[in-house]
Structures are given as C-alpha cells and as structure tokens.
C-alpha cells in the first residue's frame, strides 16, 4: 500500500457500548483494505478486517468475544494434565469437561478455541445487558511474553478495562503505517 494514501490515515471510530474490548477504537483503509489496530498485541499492529485477521486475532489470541465485547470466561479451576505435567487443564463451567489449555503463535490458546465453541455469547445491545452475560462475572486472563495463559491479578473486566486504559500503547492512536505481527 502506498503510505501517500489518504485513506491510510487512521481515524477513531465510536465503539459499540461503553466497555467494548473487541471493537477496534482505530481503523483505517476501505472495503478489502480495511484495517483495525489491535493495540493489546505488542508490539501493536494492524490487522484485516474483511478476511477475519482481526476476529482471530481478538478472539483466539487475547479470548475477547465479538458477540459481548467482554473476556471469555475463565476455568472455574485449573489443574495439570495427568500423564503431561507442562500442560495445564481448565475445568469448563459450561460443558463440565477439562480442556487442555496449549498455546501456539499461530492457533492462539485452545482455552479460548473452546470458550468460543462451548460458552453461551448473549450479543450486547446498545447499553444493555441481557443475565449471565455480565463481563464483570469474566476473570480476565493473558497471554504471558513465554506464552503461557494466566489468570491476570485483575478480579474482573472493569480492572481489565483499567489495565488497558493505563497502557500506552493501547490507549494512544497508532502509528499510521505500520506492519507487523504480534
């Protein structure tokens, strides 16, 4: 792409609701071209948004649900795997079932893989909730720099909300032609 195009210019887009983690705040570009950035990766990055990068991204690198905006539920408890003791398992409250919880640069986190598949998402309305969807009810989870998922120190999504509001790279406009990954 050439860095000359207007239509490269970032620009600030209003979120959904109040709290929404998955709406990209920056977009830039048009139809095929069109560009969210994820600033919770770091190094920040822009990321397709017609082609899913941004879906997948959001969905399986950092568990935010495009439906509700919020986390993924947590495992109710955590465990290691019988027979494998470097892999954790985390107790699902849907299905009641552990899930191994392996992480891959390319895949992202089995967890949220099945949190997408298993959990009930309640699409968020316009300022309203519906019951159980609650994403104060979520315990916000990360990917660590060695890859690993951990429970944040974060007891809720408005701490959640808070870790990233005091981040600088997410809180701040992005640079405006940037490439990369996470």
């Given at each position: 792409?050439?860095?000359?195009d207007?239509d490269?210019?970032?620009h ?7 709290g929404?983690l998955?709406?990209p ?17 770091k ?6 948004l ?7 991204d959001?969905s399986?690198?950092?568990?935010i649900?495009?439906?509700t905006g919020?986390?993924f539920q947590a495992p109710?408890?955590m465990?290691?795997m019988?027979?494998?003791p470097?892999?954790?398992?985390g107790?699902c409250?849907s299905c ?5 919880m ?9 967890w ?13 309305k316009?300022g ?6 609650d994403?104060?009810?979520a315990?916000?989870?990360?990917i ?5 998922l951990?429970k944040?120190e ?9 870790f ?12 405006p032609y940037?490439h990369?990954?996470?």
């Amino acid at each position: 792409m050439n860095p000359s195009d207007p239509d490269l210019k970032p620009h600030e887009q209003d979120l959904r609701f109040e709290g929404d983690l998955y709406t990209p705040r920056w977009v830039r570009g048009h139809g095929n071209k069109r560009e969210g950035w994820c600033g919770i990766c770091k190094p920040g990055r822009w990321l397709v948004l017609k082609n899913s990068a941004f879906w997948y991204d959001k969905s399986f690198t950092h568990g935010i649900s495009a439906q509700t905006g919020a986390q993924f539920q947590a495992p109710k408890k955590m465990r290691r795997m019988d027979g494998n003791p470097d892999v954790w398992e985390g107790w699902c409250h849907s299905c009641e079932e552990w899930v191994a919880m392996v992480n891959s640069k390319k895949k992202g986190t089995t967890w949220f893989r099945h949190a997408y598949k298993c959990h009930v998402h309640s699409k968020a309305k316009e300022g309203k909730r519906r019951r159980g969807s609650d994403p104060k009810q979520a315990e916000p989870l990360a990917i660590t720099a060695g890859n690993e998922l951990v429970k944040m120190e974060a007891t809720g999504q408005n701490e959640y909300e808070e870790f990233l509001k005091n981040d600088p790279e997410y809180n701040s406009p992005p640079p405006p032609y940037t490439h990369g990954s996470c």
